[in-house]
Nanobody, 122 residues
């Protein structure tokens, strides 16, 4: 499955952005999907995960209450709604898919999008 992340940009602290992850080549309905992010000079970190059917979601503590994840399997697309953005949310955001179930470890995801850059100014 090929993943294409989009929707990044420059936003002021307190603002919102919605990222999309469009899939092709295979239906995403059988995959759990997640978002990771990587800030400059730092390791890639887990942000959030949604189960294949969308019934359960999980979040890193750093984004809990501010970010939400959703998916539309009919459109083969996943979304990340980011509210109350902070400068520390600045990173390249990657979407990923896994057949192995929920994981906060990037190694657990077999498919990755190319990343979309989010910059939050103070």
């Amino acid at each position: 499955v090929q993943l294409q992340a989009s929707g990044g940009g420059l936003v002021r602290a307190g603002g919102s952005l919605r990222l999309s992850c469009a899939a092709s080549g295979r239906t995403i309905s059988r995959y759990g999907m997640g978002w990771f992010r990587q800030a400059l000079g730092k390791e890639r970190e887990y942000v959030t995960y949604i189960t294949s059917g969308g019934g359960s979601t999980y979040f890193a503590d750093s984004v809990k209450g501010r970010f939400s994840i959703s998916r539309d399997n009919a459109k083969n697309t996943m979304y990340l709604q980011m509210n109350s953005l902070k400068p520390e949310d600045t990173a390249v955001y990657y979407c990923a898919a896994t057949a192995m179930g929920w994981s906060t470890n990037a190694a657990g995801y077999a498919y990755w999008g190319q990343g979309t850059e989010v910059t939050v100014s103070s």
